[in-house]
């Protein structure tokens, strides 16, 4: 059963930092590409970062660029999102979820998702 | 990149179709035939319905199609069921090499 569990989110002033984690487990981890996307409190979907299940490939939103860095270490089936100079439109729930495939894919299965608050 | 137009709210009788609308420009939804939906019901986490336009991943009722034209991608709901009321978002790949998503669909059976 693929399982995906977001860690890392919490509370944090503007201009702070935070890591977020993404433990995966049911499926071949190296195989498949992985996205974070966000959801602000009542509002709708955000894509935010995508990486190639060799790592080779990244992708960012423009919203996102210079300050979110996304990665992955395929030894650990684990994907990470870290987040510097976070501004308080940063405040949202944050999804890791697996692609179809191992390149830039549609994502199949998600996390439940952890809480990021930027405020002062 | 802005976020693809989807209209706010459809609704519809059970055993009814309906259908979402999602209007991008070429550089999104014309330009590749890489649209996906997603189901969102209240405190849950989103599931994926169609990808590249018109496939369901394992699972997926097939009351569940999509379509394309121009711009515009659709989602069409038949056999309308109780279960289906939720949120759906459509999301594109872009020229930009990044994915958008719509600003969402509030499906609601009467």
Known sequence: ?120 | QSALTQPASVSGSPGQSITISCTGTSSDVGGFDYVSWYQQHPGKAPKLMIYDVNNRPSGVSDRFSGSKSGNTASLTISGLQAEDEADYYCCSYTSSSTRVFGAGTKVTVL
């Open chain 1, 1 to 120: 059963e693929v399982q995906l569990v977001e860690s890392g989110g919490g509370w944090v002033q503007p201009g702070g930092s935070l890591r977020l984690s993404c433990a995966a487990s049911g499926f071949i981890f190296s195989s498949y590409a992985m996205t974070w996307v966000r959801q602000a409190p009542g509002k709708g979907l955000e894509w935010v970062s995508a990486i190639s299940g060799s790592a080779g490939s990244t992708y960012y939103a423009d919203s996102v660029k210079g300050r979110f860095t996304i990665s992955r270490d395929n030894s650990k089936n684990t994907l990470y999102l870290q987040m510097n100079s976070l501004r308080a439109e940063d405040t949202a729930l944050y999804y890791c979820a697996k692609g179809l495939s191992t390149g830039f894919s549609p994502s199949d299965y998600w996390g439940q998702g952890t809480l990021v608050t930027v405020s002062s």
